[in-house]
């Protein structure tokens, strides 16, 4: 069974920095490539950023591009996302996802 356990959020000024974790677990993590999403309060699910399964080539949206790096460590099965310079606009409910599967998701809220 696939598992994702993501963790980091919060509340942050604009201006801030979080970094968001997502653990893996039920399959191979480093076969697979990843993506960060997210979900603002009565929006659907937008598509941050993403890496391939050996971490050697990211692509991101371009809102966040040049202020968010995914990243990701294949040894402890975890997935990151170092977000700064954050946004009010960024604010939204952060998923890590493997194709169809996601996990719980982690609240990140940025305000003054």
């Known amino acids: 069974e696939v598992q994702l356990v993501e963790s980091g959020g919060g509340l942050v000024q604009p201006g801030g920095s979080l970094r968001l974790s997502c ?3 039920g399959f191979t993590f480093s ?3 990843m993506n960060w999403v997210r979900q603002a ?3 659907g ?3 941050v950023a993403g890496i391939l399964s050996g971490g ?3 692509d991101y949206a371009s809102s966040v591009k040049d202020r ?3 990243s990701r460590d294949n040894a402890k099965n975890t997935l990151y996302l170092q977000m700064n310079r ?3 606009e960024d ?4 998923y890590c996802k493997k194709g169809s599967d996601r996990g719980q998701g982690t609240q990140v809220t940025v305000s003054s």
């Open 68 to 70: 968010f790096t995914i």
């Open 45 to 47: 699910l937008e598509w």
């Open 86 to 88: 954050l946004k009010p």
């Open 91 to 94: 604010t939204a409910v952060y």
């Open 56 to 58: 050697d080539r990211t």
């Open 23 to 25: 653990v893996a677990s």
């Open 31 to 33: 076969r697979y490539a």
């Open 41 to 43: 309060p009565g929006k």
